[in-house]
């Protein structure tokens, strides 16, 4: 990040870096080869030397978008992937081993439940704990554990793991620390500031902002000594250790699996994220204005969201947060007395549809769609009840998001 602001950086880097004709966005590139005058250079690329060569492996429009996260997030480097779940896929499969041990949190996205579940399969050992306190994460540790994964802010529930213990004790024992940053963003926290190896954001979320794009990257913070870790393959210890794990999760993720970033969604990816900041704000804003009203309401049994007071892991939110603004994500419990499918359906404003970080507020019953697939045992362990709502608020006017769920629940 440069000296100056969040989003003085953000929307100044595209011309900074240098645009043909004074352009201020770098142009959109829907090559999908790129040819060379030199046969020499051409192998050159091949070998090591920056450049590009075939679109699968990422072009200069994701390059530029690639170049965005990395300074919103403080790190050396960043690679992007079609979607967020693709950039875990890669993470996973490319640093990990038959053998291997995981340990994870939880309380997770429920594909990424399914992701771990298919990893387990094949070999690697996967142990759930409760992240939010340390001392379960350490007791999992094995000889044979390599990575540690959490959620910064948790998908639906709002658990806040300890993201700086973690990070400190993963310093401690050489562990790879991945943290999903998709929830907070890194203008309410980032990776690097709280210890994590790696960082994975879905681009498709609040980064973007507005919902007409796919994406998801893979941030090195620079904090991990990649020349101690046993699982890089020999053709990637070359040059600086610090870019070994990047590579190789480029290399695999790209190159052999194929989960690429299409220039143009990398486009209106980065695009959006100039007003990243300003969406977050007021987004945070509504968030915390609804959870308030709703919590107090009798026909609501519960709200998770980490600026309330009553949120178990609220100080610890706060310490990384800023101790203003939470987030827009909230987890609503309705009264037992309400049926949850008759209460959604009178709603006017808010959107029913599955997807985080819009800019219009989105609302689904979790047990009933997302989680499904989890069944009742794994949803009670992450405290996902049947009339339970996960609510990703937007930019409205807050008091009509207000007034929506005072009518819909009016409605009884």
Known sequence: MSSNGFTTTILHSDRRGGVEHGGVHKPLHPSSEYAYADSRELAAVFQGKPGFTYARQGTPTTAALESKVTQMEGGVNSVSFATG??????????????????????????????????????????????????????????????????????????????????????????????????????????????????????????TGGHGNALGGAVTDTGLYDWSAYPNIAEPYRKGNPTSWGLTQIKKKGLRDMGATLSSDAAHRIAVGAETLALRMEKASANAMALASYLEGHALVNRVQY?????????NRAADLFGGKHFGALLAVELSDDLDVFEFLNRLRVLVLATHLGDTRTLVL???????????????????????????????????????????ALAGK
């Open 85 to 206: 779940m693709a950039a875990l896929a890669a993470t996973f499969f490319t640093l990990l081993k038959q053998g291997d041990h995981l340990i994870s949190s939880q309380y997770i996205f429920g594909n990424t439940n399914s992701l771990l579940g298919t990893l387990s399969d094949l070999g690697v050992a996967v142990t759930l704990v409760d992240a939010t306190d340390i001392e379960q994460v350490k007791a999992a540790r094995r000889p044979e554990t390599r990575m540690v994964f959490t959620e910064s802010i948790a998908n639906p529930g709002t658990q806040i793991a300890d993201l700086k213990g973690i990070g400190q004790w993963c310093r401690e024992q050489g562990l790879v620390y991945v943290l999903d940053s998709t929830l907070s963003t890194p203008w309410l926290c980032r990776g690097i500031d709280v210890g994590a190896s790696l960082v994975v954001n879905s681009l498709s979320k609040y």
């Open 306 to 314: 980490p600026g309330l007071a009553s949120h178990a892991q609220h």
């Open 365 to 407: 019953p979790v047990a009933h769609t997302i989680y499904y697939e989890m069944g009742p045992e794994r949803r009670a362990l992450m405290g996902i009840a049947d009339n339970l709502l996960r609510i990703s608020v937007g930019i409205e006017d807050t008091a009509d998001l207000i007034q929506d769920f005072e009518q």
